[in-house]
């Protein structure tokens, strides 16, 4: 897993100021999470992890390496948003197998292995042959993460992958999403506009608020009285 360097991030938007000087480090192996109201900058912070968007200034480094100017299929980087943008017309093993549509497979594995592999990862095994929109909302999730995972990310982007299921379902999933990053021994950047969920989940939690982060540090020490 790689490390993560944020530093003084802006971004722009016309007369619109979404990023404001960001800055944040995620160790290797670590599970960092954004956390704010809706508007403060979190999925902006998390394009321009991922190459999705150009800051306007400041810089991006993953690995140690400088990701200015490299497209997000060279940052080897996985990511899963909100919506789960599963392909319908393909099966949950053809889904997956798209993850792999810049990589190949570990070594010593084909990419039927590799599949098989990551749906038993995400407690989906016999799931390969079907339809997407057969699954519930937790289990298309799942897939979504199995195709994140599938290139063997350096660097896990979650983005309010939970939002859209229910309370109950959501705490399912997000342990579940913990037991695999831990297996993995990801690093993981995680927004969510839920407290209570990024406490529960994170090993820092950064407080994002209008552009800025406002608060870093361990659950414990951020919301506990002094
Ligand atoms: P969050 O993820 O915390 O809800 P965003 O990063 O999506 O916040 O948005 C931060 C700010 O940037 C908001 O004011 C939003 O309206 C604005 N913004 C985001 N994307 C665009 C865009 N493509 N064009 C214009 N404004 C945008
Ligand atoms: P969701 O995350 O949407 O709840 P789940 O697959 O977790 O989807 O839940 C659907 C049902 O299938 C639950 O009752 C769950 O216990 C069961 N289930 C999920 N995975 C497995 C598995 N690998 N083997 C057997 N039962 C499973």
Same mark, same amino acid.
């Given at each position: 897993?790689?490390?993560?360097r944020?530093?003084d991030?802006?971004?722009?938007?016309?007369a619109?100021?979404?990023?404001d000087?960001?800055?944040?480090?995620?160790?290797?192996?670590?599970?960092f999470?954004?956390?704010g109201?809706?508007?403060?900058?979190?999925?902006?912070?998390?394009?321009?992890?991922?190459?999705?968007?150009e800051?306007?200034?400041?810089?991006?480094?993953?690995?140690?390496?400088?990701?200015?100017?490299?497209?997000?299929?060279?940052?080897?980087?996985?990511?899963?948003?909100?919506?789960?943008?599963?392909?319908?017309?393909?099966?949950?093993?053809?889904?997956?197998?798209?993850?792999?549509r810049?990589?190949?497979?570990?070594?010593?594995?084909?990419?039927?292995?590799?599949?098989?592999d990551?749906?038993?990862l995400?407690?989906?095994?016999?799931?390969?042959?079907r339809?997407?929109?057969?699954?519930s909302?937790?289990?298309?999730?799942?897939?979504?993460?199995a195709?994140?995972?599938?290139?063997?990310?350096r660097l !896990?982007?979650?983005?309010?992958?939970?939002?859209?299921?229910d309370?109950? %379902?959501r705490?399912?999933? +997000? =342990?579940? $999403?913990? &037991?695999?990053?831990?297996?993995?021994? !990801?690093?993981?950047?995680?927004?969510?506009?839920?407290?209570?969920?990024? %406490?529960?989940?994170?090993? +820092? =939690?950064? $407080?994002v &608020?209008?552009?800025?982060?406002?608060q870093?540090?361990a659950?414990?020490?951020?919301?506990?009285?002094?």
């Amino acid at each position: 897993p790689a490390g993560v360097r944020v530093e003084d991030l802006r971004v722009e938007y016309g007369a619109t100021t979404a990023l404001d000087g960001v800055d944040f480090r995620v160790e290797p192996g670590e599970f960092f999470t954004l956390v704010g109201p809706s508007g403060c900058g979190k999925t902006t912070t998390l394009r321009c992890l991922a190459g999705f968007e150009e800051p306007t200034a400041g810089a991006v480094s993953i690995g140690g390496e400088s990701m200015a100017g490299v497209p997000p299929e060279a940052r080897g980087v996985g990511v899963v948003f909100q919506s789960y943008a599963l392909f319908p017309h393909m099966s949950v093993a053809e889904n997956v197998a798209y993850g792999l549509r810049f990589a190949d497979p570990p070594a010593g594995t084909t990419r039927e292995e590799r599949v098989r592999d990551l749906l038993e990862l995400v407690d989906l095994p016999g799931f390969a042959d079907r339809d997407p929109d057969t699954l519930s909302g937790g289990q298309q999730q799942r897939v979504a993460l199995a195709r994140a995972l599938a290139p063997e990310p350096r660097l !896990l982007l979650l983005d309010e992958p939970m939002s859209a299921l229910d309370a109950r %379902l959501r705490e399912r999933l +997000r =342990v579940q $999403v913990r &037991d695999i990053q831990r297996e993995v021994g !990801l690093t993981t950047v995680y927004v969510t506009h839920d407290q209570e969920e990024a %406490l529960s989940v994170s090993d +820092r =939690v950064a $407080v994002v &608020d209008d552009g800025r982060i406002e608060q870093v540090g361990a659950p414990r020490e951020l919301y506990d009285a002094p």
